[in-house]
């Protein structure tokens, strides 16, 4: 089993930035592909970004293109998603997700382990 623990959200205004951690345990993280994905109020999960484990894969979705990046840190079984020139749309749950195939896919249904999330709030 894999355990998924995200922190680093919080309120923030308009322009700020903040790096979101999710720590992973249990099963071998190094092969998994991650990746950041986050659900406004009333909106479907949205893929935010995929990494895989030998940064062979990155990937980003609109909304994260040229202001978000993903990383990961291996030694400490840690992934990251730096988030800068945030704006209030932004503002969402936001989950890491670990997939086992290390593909890294931009679909929610191809991981199968789920962090708890961690809320971001963006005010204008």
């Known amino acids: 089993q894999v355990q998924l623990v995200e922190s680093g959200g919080g309120l923030v205004q308009a322009g700020d930035s903040l790096r979101l951690s999710c720590a992973a345990s249990?099963?071998?993280?190094?092969?998994?592909?991650m990746g950041w994905f986050r659900q406004a109020p009333g909106k479907e999960r949205e893929f935010v970004a995929s990494?895989?484990?030998?940064?062979?894969?990155?990937y980003y979705g609109s909304s994260a293109k040229g202001r978000f990046t993903i990383s990961r840190d291996n030694a400490k079984n840690t992934v990251y998603l730096q988030m800068n020139s945030l704006k209030p749309e932004d503002t969402a749950v936001y989950y890491c997700?670990?997939?086992?195939?290390?593909?890294?896919?931009?679909?929610?249904?191809?991981?199968?382990?789920w962090g708890q999330g961690t809320q971001v709030t963006v005010s204008s």
């Open positions: 990494l895989s484990w030998s940064y062979g894969n990155i």
């Open positions: 249990g099963r071998t993280f190094n092969s998994f592909a």
């Open positions: 997700a670990a997939e086992e195939t290390g593909l890294a896919p931009r679909s929610d249904k191809m991981y199968e382990h």
